[in-house]
């Protein structure tokens, strides 16, 4: 018995569309015998520490990078490099006297969404918010042991560090009696 099929073109994507219902029907038995045969695999628990959020830390200095982010987004086609600005240099200018001079920091406090300094000038304490001004200093940044000040006028920084107080520890003279003391409390069996 002989199939008759049309010669040329349509004979042969006749031919083609068989062969591949063919191999499509031969691929679905052998992969349901494969699911038949090898069953459910078991379920992998993730790993304690993959389910573990972490909240992340941003430097305080990123929200200008954020910032420039937002204005000028990275994937914009209009998206230009920055243009540098111009500096001037300006001629160091006589200033009056520094007011850290005889300015110790005494303290750092924090105190709800207010934080700052306690500063020593002359004799007398000053409270220095974050932000707030002092003889044309601006205090920027707190860690837990100096303050950051920023001059208004020429962006020169000034760190102040936070003075500890050295207490000594009090010194004993051992007495005659501290020796038996310790020997009668020592384990006889050693």
Known sequence: ???????????????????????????????????????????????PDS?????????????ELTGALVERPLFWSSRRPVEAEETVVEEPRQRGPDPFDK????????????????????????????????????????TPDSATFVRLQGGEERVLKLEHALVAAPIREPSGDAGTEADSQRNPDE
């Open 103 to 142: 300015a110790t920091l005494a303290g750092i406090f924090v105190s709800g969404p207010d934080s700052g300094v306690i500063l020593r000038l002359g004799g007398e304490r000053n409270r220095v918010l974050v932000g707030d001004d002092m003889a044309g200093w601006q205090l920027v940044s707190l």
């Open 51 to 63: 389910l573990v959020a972490f909240r992340l830390q941003m430097p305080a200095e990123s929200g």
């Open 1 to 47: 018995m002989k199939i008759a099929l049309a010669e040329g073109l349509p004979g042969r994507l006749a031919i083609g569309a068989g062969a591949a219902t063919a191999l499509l029907a031969l691929a679905l038995v052998v992969g349901a015998v494969l699911v038949i045969s090898r069953g459910v695999p078991d379920a992998v628990p993730p790993a």
